[in-house]
């Protein structure tokens, strides 16, 4: 086949998979989803001019968002061009996610050839969790994906070509990384330790151990060039921290002091066991990594090359980075930067194994019995447990596995899948893949249990896409949420109370909203709730996931004051409540 011939194929295919990127991300576009929209509150009631950082809370007051602005300012530019509603803003993240699928393709042709690109690019794009992650409006997600691929495209330029163009125009686009999010600083930290391993200094350093203090080794090292690749990003990211401080404060000290604190942003910088935070990594890695990518990743590590180093780097650097975030973060969104590597590693791994027509029948087969055994699983009754992060670990450990997961994170779309479904194809895909390493060198039983670790593993990744997008087992909560919409768009009362912070977004009604949100331990302001309640009456309009309620003591307080109006439910589980007060 000629190469001109190689090429077209190449790019027909990758419309192809980006058309079928589109397709498994379009069904849930203009659903609203409950626990991201802090970015739709700054657009939507956004006071003053572009740059302005207020805007008015469901409280009726002014505030301020406790996130660096440049992500809410280029969501707020994107609506005044383009209107707002919810399928235009998650249109922004939608579109970066497709941009970025074409910079995975990109880097992995510049770094391997074009079969390993086409690879990174179909799992890329049949990704659960680039799906989920396509819909986030946040700093986190696709938005900090693509500044992360752009930046390690400008550096393969650099490497390839040694123009220094491409070295400072990667430092500029680093600059604004600390108005998006303060943990981009961890691309440099990836750079860094990149251009240390190109420039063969740890090699350097490990032969000379005995004599780092004599400076005339220096003179015969790369060193010098080493620093020259590095320093236009370490300065990059000095001159965007002075800005960040100095514009901040300028722009407002009330702001300046939000974000410089630790009851806001930035939350990169709390701290944790560093034990369970490993251990909490990992299940998340597994989870929304998906065994198929951390599999796949693993076995192109085992065929080691040179030229997977630098993704070996993007992996490590913010798992270690971010095994120091407190059980409260959100490690879904800020462990998505990692997909790009997992992709291209998979991809890799995927473009050697050069299987037969006959093995990819048969790992046709596999692939659609295990799917439908998850299917046929799935239609077995689970229980709709209390939200309790204890109880869904001691509840796997005694393999009590009768019950619905949640797939949520703080600030993102959220769903729920029998757990013997996701533990089941786990654990299968992960024995599989020890088999298949285990017997690496005879062929025949390692495409065996590597035909088992792929069925098993996709079928698990097209049945998480299937409930995410669909909902066919799962309780739709999305759909209840709509449900609790509709209620309140015919509401005879004005006075409102709930535990949704995103509610006002999705309506066009003048309606008064009073949070029913207070920190768990503050009496006073329960009371102080609990009062206004009683005196004012009115509706209140409960969303109950992932399910607290009953626990709560926003139940005592409802309960207390209230009497039931409505329940809102899909298949057998309780998703939300309306009360008369």
């Known amino acids: 086949m000629s190469s001109m011939r190689k090429r077209n194929n190449a790019i027909i295919l990758l419309v192809v998979l980006i058309l079928v990127s589109l397709i498994l991300r379009v069904p849930n576009l203009g659903f609203p989803f409950f626990g991201d929209e802090a970015w739709h509150d700054f657009v939507k009631f956004h006071k003053g001019n572009l740059f302005s950082l207020k805007y008015t809370s469901i409280d009726g007051e002014d505030t301020i968002p406790i996130d660096p602005p440049l992500t809410g300012w280029f969501y707020l530019l994107y609506s005044l061009i383009f209107g707002f509603s919810t399928i235009i803003l998650r249109s922004t993240s939608l579109l970066f996610a497709l941009i970025n699928i074409f910079l995975v393709y990109t880097i992995a042709k510049k770094v391997f050839d074009r079969k390993t690109a086409l690879f990174s690019t179909f799992l890329l794009a049949i990704s659960y969790w680039h799906c989920i992650e396509s819909y986030i409006l946040d700093r986190d997600g696709n938005f900090l994906i693509f500044f992360y691929l752009v930046i390690l495209l400008l550096y393969l330029y650099y490497r390839e070509t040694k123009n220094k163009r491409y070295l400072w125009l990667g430092a500029l686009i680093s600059i604004p990384y600390m108005f998006i999010k303060i943990s981009g600083v961890l691309i440099t930290a990836i750079l860094f330790i990149s251009i240390l391993y190109d420039n063969k200094i740890f090699q350097f350093l490990f032969k000379n151990v005995r004599n780092l203090l004599n400076i005339e080794i220096y003179r015969k090292s790369n060193f010098k060039i080493a620093f020259f690749e590095i320093s236009p990003f370490i300065l990059a990211n000095i001159l965007s921290y002075l800005i960040f401080i100095g514009g901040t404060f300028l722009l407002s000290p009330e702001y300046f002091s939000a974000l410089l604190t630790q009851e806001a942003i930035p939350i990169e910088f709390f701290t944790a066991s560093w034990i369970k935070s490993i251990a909490r990594e990992i299940i998340y890695l597994f989870l929304y990594g998906s ?55 998979g991809g890799a791994f995927l473009a050697k194994l050069n299987l037969r027509k006959k093995q990819y029948w ?37 393999l009590k596995w009768h019950f619905l997961f949640p797939f949520y994170g703080a600030g993102g779309p959220a769903f729920l899948v029998p757990f013997w479904v996701v533990a089941i194809s786990v654990l299968l895909s992960m024995l599989f893949l020890v ?13 065996i249990f590597l035909t088992l670790f792929l069925a098993v593993s996709l079928s698990f990744n097209l049945y998480i ?35 949704i912070g995103s509610i006002r977004v ?56 209230c009497q039931l109006r409505k329940e809102i439910s899909d298949k057998q589980a309780r998703i939300g409540m309306i009360y008369d007060c």
């Not at 439908?372 to 109880?391: G, M, T, V």
């Not at 896409?465 to 509709?486: K, T, V």
Request: hydrophobic residues 45%.
């Open 506 to 561: 999705y309506t066009d009604r003048d309606i008064q909203f009073i949070r029913l949100w207070c920190p768990k331990d503050d009496y006073s302001c329960w009371s102080e709730l609990d009062s206004k309640i009683k005196t004012t009456g009115g509706a209140a309009y409960i969303l109950d996931f992932p399910r607290t309620f009953e626990s709560s003591m926003r139940s005592t307080i409802i309960e207390k004051n």
């Open 465 to 499: 896409l299937q409930e995410f997008n669909f909902s066919i087992h799962s309780p739709n909560i999305r759909a209840g949420f709509n449900d609790l919409l509709q209620e309140l768009n015919t509401e005879s009362t004005d006075k409102i109370y709930t535990n």
């Open 291 to 345: 065994p198929l990518l951390i599999g796949l990743s693993i076995l192109s590590i085992i065929h080691f090359h040179k030229k997977k180093v630098l993704f070996l780097f993007w992996l490590f650097v913010p798992i270690l980075a971010y095994s120091k975030i407190p059980y409260a973060g959100a490690l879904e969104r800020y462990l998505s930067v990692i997909l790009p590597p997992l992709c291209i590693l």
């Open 435 to 447: 088999f298949a390493i285990f017997f690496l060198k005879h062929k025949k039983i390692f495409f």
């Open 362 to 398: 048969l790992l046709g087969g596999v692939l659609f019995f295990s799917f439908l055994l998850l299917n046929i699983f799935s239609l077995f009754k689970a229980e709709y447990l209390q939200h309790n992060i204890n109880e869904y670990f001691l509840r796997a450990a005694t």
